[in-house]
């Protein structure tokens, strides 16, 4: 059965980082495009970062760009988002997803497989 696993979630304090994973199991992450999204308490969900199978395109939700940092291990089967100078407007549950699309996108419709979500806290 082909299943995302989210980890690395945690409380921080304003200024400083976290290094979520996700683990793909039942599928190989090759041919799919990647992507990290969240979902802060009453907001809708919304794309912080993806990367496309290749690995050589990213792209970041404009509030992260220059602070976050998608990755993904394709020998390991994961995908990474390692975050700096986090802000509590950072807070969220943060979920990896995955697309069968080389093209990878922020947006949520285009992703079929997802994580289960670990919660990010940003406080002092």
């Known amino acids: 059965q082909a299943q995302l696993v989210d980890s690395g979630g945690g409380l921080v304090q304003p200024g400083g980082s976290l290094r979520l994973s996700c683990s793909a199991s039942?599928?190989?992450?090759?041919?799919?495009?990647l992507a990290w999204f969240r979902q802060a308490l009453g907001k809708e969900r919304e794309g912080v970062a993806c990367?496309?199978?290749?690995?050589?395109?990213?792209d970041y939700l404009a509030s992260v760009k220059g602070r976050f940092t998608i990755s993904r291990d394709n020998a390991k089967n994961d995908v990474y988002l390692l975050m700096n100078a986090q802000t509590p407007e950072d807070t969220g549950i943060y979920y990896c997803?995955?697309?069968?699309?080389?093209?990878?996108?922020?947006?949520?419709?285009?992703?079929?497989?997802w994580g289960q979500g670990t919660q990010v806290t940003v406080s002092s």
């Open positions: 039942g599928f190989t992450l090759d041919y799919h495009s």
């Open positions: 997803a995955s697309d069968i699309s080389p093209i990878a996108t922020l947006l949520v419709y285009e992703y079929d497989e």
């Open positions: 990367i496309n199978n290749g690995g050589d395109h990213t």
